[in-house]
RNA sequence: GGGAUUGUCGGCUAGCUUGGUUUAGGCUUCGAGGUUUGGGACCUUGCGACCCAGGUUCAAAUCCUGGCAGUCCCA
């Protein structure tokens, strides 16, 4: 045996987050590297949890009158350059099949906006059509030449993707947030991840979109991390796929579109914003077992405590309890589960039982309470309500400490040095930005927050002319 | 596109400088048996590797050339 404990990671996520981050994904059995490069494969423990955000997300869209569906993986090129900003901006990336047989080429999807609206020319004829609203659960291929990462860069990942079509922009606008607001809702409720709305700058905006709006995360490590986005599509693709319809006025009108994407990269951010030394931390409402079962298993009590162990584990069923009889010792199987993040650990042992008790092990703080079996359905359910709450308090707290207002670009360059989040005034032109990314060590516009102040005294952090917005920079995933 | 660097059991690695007692060693994982079990237990035992192709040599994991694969810089 080894004398140092083989306890939790092997790496710090103080000392070196870049390891941290891949030695966790692994060990907690989130995820693995495939044979194929920049490929992962996600394994049960996080996919659980993809399964979960799909459950809540397909029952508040349901809410919203969003039907799914589902369109072909492959685009023929035709389709794909007929939006032309489309066709120029996800050029890079897109994969292609050599079509033999036919003459055309075909594209893996890198998104569906084209194949989807080819289908929507067909359907829309009239106002009565309108609007129309659609989801899609899917993969899509990215095809990456920089470093990929587990969870945040894959050449493939797995999303979602809403493609709504309405009469007039007031309506696409109107949605476009409400779409927005609700992947704010789902990061915060679900995943404890606090989030910042905001809309992208001209040069951040998805390819071919009016405008877009997002969500953005900070991590650990000072990047910033894009968590979904919902894009104003204007008409633009209405009028290169042909989408018109008749409206009451018995004229022909083109209408406006919006699309809204929320993918597998949120995994990512969860485990690095809520992970530590020992592992994952899930938060309760993400997590589909919520409560571990040790029991500690000595010769004579053995079996009654293994009876009491079953008891505990129906009476807190929903709560999908694992109850851990592994032929392992306990400090082994205390290890394990936290470093996979179960928010709740009960030790059930000799003294224990002595006591008519159970030992109350939280994965956050990972501090040790002693609850009498007559309260423990009620212990547990403040307990992970706290777990929860805790979380999303201390991620709130990093993100406001790690917020910083700047006004010049000193400030700036030392604050992204400094891995901040930086929030500057901002006059909005793209050459700004460009020298801004050139000078503070590839810092990007983040988006311009929804949330903006009255009136803007101070000038751009760049140019020093009259700033219109104030805007987050930081270097991102 | 240019440069640097690395390929050894499932994982981490020792050995390479100076070729030879190495049956390629260790830790870990995995399998079996036993003793254990309140923070990664112990003993016994088993399975398991030199990226590929040439070359140099009496002798190559080790030196040389090429290929393939990875990683990191620079443009």
Redesign the pocket.
């Known amino acids: 045996?080894?004398k140092q404990?083989?306890?939790?990671?092997t790496v710090k996520k103080d000392e070196n987050f870049s390891e941290w981050y891949p030695e966790l994904i692994q060990?907690a059995e989130f995820a693995d590297y495939s044979s194929v490069?920049?490929c992962m494969i996600i394994r049960p423990n996080a996919y659980s949890i993809w399964e979960k955000i799909q459950n809540y997300f397909n029952q508040r869209i349901e809410k919203l009158n969003v039907k799914n569906a589902y369109f072909p993986l492959f685009i023929p090129e035709s389709f794909f350059k007929k939006e032309s900003e489309h066709a120029q901006g996800f050029k890079p990336e897109v994969a292609w099949i050599e079509n033999k047989e036919e003459s055309e080429r075909l594209a893996i999807r890198p998104t569906s906006e084209t194949i989807i609206y080819d289908s929507y020319s067909k359907w829309i004829r009239s106002h009565r059509d309108l609007p129309l609203r659609l989801n899609q659960w899917g993969n899509v291929v990215r095809w990456e030449t920089k470093?990929?990462r587990l969870f945040l860069r894959t050449r493939e990942f797995l999303w979602q993707e809403g493609h709504c079509i309405y009469e007039t922009k007031e309506e696409c606008d109107k949605e476009t947030l409400i779409y927005l607001k609700e992947y704010k809702k789902l990061c915060e409720d679900l995943l404890a991840i606090p989030v910042i709305m905001g809309k992208k700058t001209e040069k951040e905006k998805f390819a071919g979109a009016l405008y877009t709006t997002s969500i953005e995360s900070f991590m650990p490590d000072g990047k910033a991390l894009q968590m979904a986005t919902s894009h104003n599509l204007g008409q633009g693709f209405a009028k290169a796929f042909n989408i018109k319809y008749l409206g009451k006025d018995e004229k022909e009108h083109y209408p406006w579109q919006n699309s809204w994407g929320l993918s597998t990269r949120t995994i990512g951010a969860l485990a690095m914003i809520h992970g530590d030394d020992?592992?994952i931390v899930l938060p309760p409402n993400i997590a589909y077992n919520k409560i571990v079962i040790?029991p500690?298993?000595?010769?004579k009590d053995?079996e009654k405590?293994l009876k009491k162990a079953n008891e505990i584990k129906i009476k807190l069923k929903k709560y999908n309890p694992i109850l851990d009889i592994r032929?392992?010792?306990?400090?082994?199987?205390?290890?394990?589960w936290?470093?996979k993040g179960i928010p709740i650990?009960i030790?059930?042992?000799?003294?224990?039982?002595?006591k008519k008790q159970?030992?109350l092990?939280r994965r956050d703080t990972?501090k040790?309470e002693?609850v009498k079996f007559s309260n423990l359905s009620k212990d547990i359910d403040k307990m992970l309500k706290d777990i929860q709450k805790n979380l999303f308090n201390n991620a709130s707290k990093f993100l406001e400490l790690n917020t910083i207002y700047v006004k010049n670009m000193d400030d700036l360059k030392r604050a992204i040095k400094n891995k901040k989040l930086v929030k500057a005034p901002f006059c909005l032109n793209t050459k700004c930005e460009d020298k801004i990314k050139d000078e503070a060590d590839g810092a990007k516009s983040i988006n311009i927050p929804l949330d903006q102040p009255k009136s803007i005294k101070d000038n751009c952090v760049y140019c020093n002319t009259k700033a219109k917005v104030i805007c987050l920079f930081a270097k991102s995933y």
């Open positions: 045996m080894s404990s083989k306890q939790g990671l060990k490069k920049g470093a990929t020992q592992g040790v500690i298993l000595f010769d053995k405590i032929d392992y010792s306990p400090g082994w199987k205390f290890n394990e936290e470093l650990r030790e059930l042992g000799p003294k224990d039982m002595q159970v030992t092990v990972r040790k002693f």
